[in-house]
């Protein structure tokens, strides 16, 4: 069964202070990894597809990193606005599996 | 113009109840999808339907039952609500199943009293 394990659970940083969040992943044949983030009372917004290993996507203070085993999501100098639930996802590969397994998410809370 | 529409966003209800959660997109998606987050935040797909086809059925106990009049919609229906079943629900939807085009709705926050 594919699972997701993210930590920390939560994270607070000062703004400007930069850090990653950690997903571990084990899946039968990776398709993609995924990166959402969350706001409170809202659906989960897509911000990166990883494919393979060694790949690297970029979004202003965001960037994503893959290796066969987790990814990682770095945060350089965030700001308040950064502040979210950021959320991990697996796609297996084979056959017309469309589902997407998640993580239980980092919450992050960027302080001014 | 939103993308991934739910209706009712709030739902509080009685055990025992009938109730249906409704959910429209307009991206031209072919693939739809319900997702549960629990109070832990932990979201785990339910169904998927591709072009109005059911092809994701998870463990889920049969009082709930999805339904696609097209593939623009995919509405939920639940029967003889139980405490349990309190949670968030998520629409969604993407184009080919790839999981980077997934597009959520807002979520309706169901409450089983």
């Known amino acids: 069964e594919d699972q997701v394990t993210q930590s920390p659970e939560a994270l607070r940083l000062q703004e400007g202070e930069s850090s990653s969040l950690n997903c571990s992943y084990t899946?039968?044949?990776?398709?993609?990894l995924f990166w959402y983030r969350q706001d409170p009372g809202k659906g989960p917004e897509f911000l990166f597809t990883?494919?393979?290993a060694g790949e690297e996507k970029e979004k202003e203070r965001l960037k994503a990193t893959l290796t066969k085993k987790e990814s990682f999501l770095h945060i350089t100098a965030p700001k308040p606005e950064d502040s979210a639930t950021y959320l991990c996802?697996?796609?297996?590969?084979?056959?017309?599996?469309?589902?997407?397994?998640f993580g239980k998410g980092t919450l992050l809370t960027v302080n001014p | 113009d939103t993308a991934v529409s739910q209706t009712p966003k709030y739902l509080v209800t009685q055990m025992g109840n009938d109730k249906s959660i409704k959910c429209e997109q307009n991206?031209?998606?072919?693939?739809m999808y319900w997702y549960k987050q629990d109070s832990k935040k932990f979201l785990k797909i339910m169904f998927s339907?591709?072009?109005?086809?059911?092809?994701i059925n998870e463990t889920v106990p049969n009082r709930f039952s999805p339904k696609s009049p097209d593939k623009a919609h995919l509405n939920l229906h639940i029967n003889s609500l139980e405490l349990g079943d309190s949670a968030v629900y998520f629409c969604?939807?993407?184009?080919?199943?790839?999981?980077?085009?997934?597009?959520f709705g807002s979520g309706t926050r169901l409450t089983v009293v």
């Open positions: 339907y591709n072009n109005k086809e059911l092809i």
């Open positions: 990883l494919y393979s």
């Open positions: 899946v039968s044949g990776l398709r993609g």
């Open positions: 991206l031209g998606h072919d693939t």
């Open positions: 996802a697996v796609q297996a590969a084979g056959g017309s599996n469309y589902k997407l397994t």
């Open positions: 969604a939807s993407s184009q080919d199943g790839r999981g980077g085009g997934y597009t």
